[in-house]
């Protein structure tokens, strides 16, 4: 399995040097395509372009062979998020994801089609891939994102929907979500193309008590996270994210980040204890902690 990062399109040295294998970042809404693309000319680590705007897919391959960057170095994934971040209802997830197929299959496009991921492994996101995926090619990929029900530290999967409950399996498990996803997805291959803890502040107990994750605690978590995608033959896992967003400091939104927000004037924050996760990961992934 592979190791992405969400973002980091402009520090592709940095990430290569991390041992990560590829970059998820957003096709811009409007403009040039060219320079956006040229970022990853000439460099070992893969692109994955998020595509919000299924209009901008000529644009998009058009610019992938002027760059003349090979096929097989970068996917195209369809929506993020729909319909809370790209906001389609099924009916237009399905028809964007479909226009892109076509418009690749046509133009022999050589990468990968990723349908766009919910935002959890939630019932009600489960319902979105049951009624979308099986209008979509067998050989077309999804993408998930996995993001904790209630709070980080616990890590509890989240509940599926009732037709796919079954008490008789035992506990719920982040192995039943997957295989559950799995039903519905069927032979189709998958990606998480979001998988992340923040280091903000949280709230449990009675009385609250403030609990906030470590550098070290994310770190091994990212690791047998990485593990157990790649135990799922998942193709590709992608960290959220590059680094901290210094517009959101102290909160969720903001902390997410395997660098430190970038001090004024600069493009690259301090890495943090759970960026070397990807770059161990990388390292030991034929061994051990391969699948």
Known sequence: ???????????????????????????????????FVRQFAGSPVMAAFLLHDPGRISDLLAAIRTVQI????????VFNEPPDKDDVDREDYIGGVLDV???CQHR????TVIAGAQKNLS?????WYRDTVRHLPDTITVACHDYPWGLQVTDLPWPPPLELWNPGDGPMTHQRAIDNLRTITGARPLVCSEVGRHMAPELTGH?????????????WWLIDRLRFYAANNFVWTAVYQW???ARYPGTSEGMYGIHTAPPAGQSL??????????SDWTRLRSRTWAA
């Open 1 to 35: 399995m592979l190791t992405f990062c969400n973002f980091g399109e402009h520090q592709l040295v940095e990430a290569h040097d991390l041992g990560i294998d590829g970059i998820r970042c957003d096709v811009p809404v409007e403009g040039d395509l060219v320079p």
């Open 70 to 77: 090979p096929d097989e170095q970068t996917a195209i994934e």
């Open 101 to 103: 197929w076509e418009e």
């Open 108 to 111: 022999n496009y050589g990468g």
């Open 123 to 127: 019932a009600e996101s489960m319902r």
């Open 207 to 219: 009385p609250a008590v403030q609990v906030t994750l470590t550098e070290d605690w994310i770190y």
């Open 243 to 245: 680094s901290d967003d």
């Open 269 to 278: 924050g301090q890495r943090k204890r759970q960026a070397y996760a990807l």
